[in-house]
């Protein structure tokens, strides 16, 4: 295995997941990164609507915004075990409600046909293993819409998530306080939308956390 792995390092070394630079040991970014990416203040604390608020560890920007659309739309799967250990660390230290299920933001099943994976899983069930738990689907997105990314205002979010989303199963969230995460949150349209459906189905709570947010 050792030899298997070092060949494979000679002809595909690792990467720093965030600057792509070529990395001499075995971890998953760099020193320069580690120094230097966007982290938020405290958290990045969002409030919310429906949801109690959302906590993200990093900024959207520069390597950060790179990387992640490497994980969403490149095939960078594996970058979720790294996002993982970052996401369960500014959840252990910043949210402070306890929670009973870990959940995602789901994509529809057409977006997910042709992206071949779910990033908010991945990135929720890597998210879930570094705090010791599983994750669970509590929600199904019925109906495909546009990317929020190509939409600007929040009112044109809100209005294009809309009635997307369905609770997967109201017995498992009944009295539940739920911590759903996503990849990335923008104005929390998309949050307040899912933690909404999830209310109306008897969850009592829900707790948000998101890999990066925009500033």
């Not at 969403?72 to 402070?96: N, T, W």
């Not at 990033?119 to 738990?133: S, Y």
């Not at 997307?164 to 109201?170: E, V, Y």
């Amino acid at each position: 295995m050792g030899m298997i792995s070092s060949v494979l390092d000679l002809f595909f070394p690792p990467k720093c997941v965030f600057c792509w630079k070529i990395l001499s040991g075995k971890e998953a970014w760099c020193q320069k990164c580690d120094e230097t990416l966007p982290y938020t203040v405290e958290g990045g604390r969002l409030e919310g609507d429906a949801f109690e608020y959302c906590v993200s560890p990093l900024y959207y920007s520069g390597d950060v915004r790179k990387s992640i659309l490497r994980f969403k739309f490149r095939g960078a799967m594996a970058y979720a075990d790294v996002y993982g250990k970052i996401l369960a660390d500014c959840i252990q230290e910043h949210v402070d409600i306890k929670y009973d299920i870990i959940s995602w933001v789901p994509l529809s099943r057409r977006r997910k046909r042709s992206r071949g994976y779910d990033q908010a899983m991945l990135l929720a069930l890597a998210t879930a293993l570094e705090l010791g738990n599983v994750a669970a689907e509590t929600l199904i997105k019925q109906r495909h819409v546009k990317a929020q990314s190509e939409l600007s205002g929040k009112t044109e979010r809100v209005d294009n998530i809309s009635g997307a989303f369905a609770a997967a199963d109201a017995e498992l969230i009944d009295g539940k306080c739920v911590l759903l995460i996503d990849d990335i949150v923008t104005t929390g349209a998309t949050l307040s939308e899912c933690a909404a459906v999830l209310r109306s189905a008897g969850a009592a709570k829900i707790v948000c956390a998101a890999l990066a947010r925009v500033e």
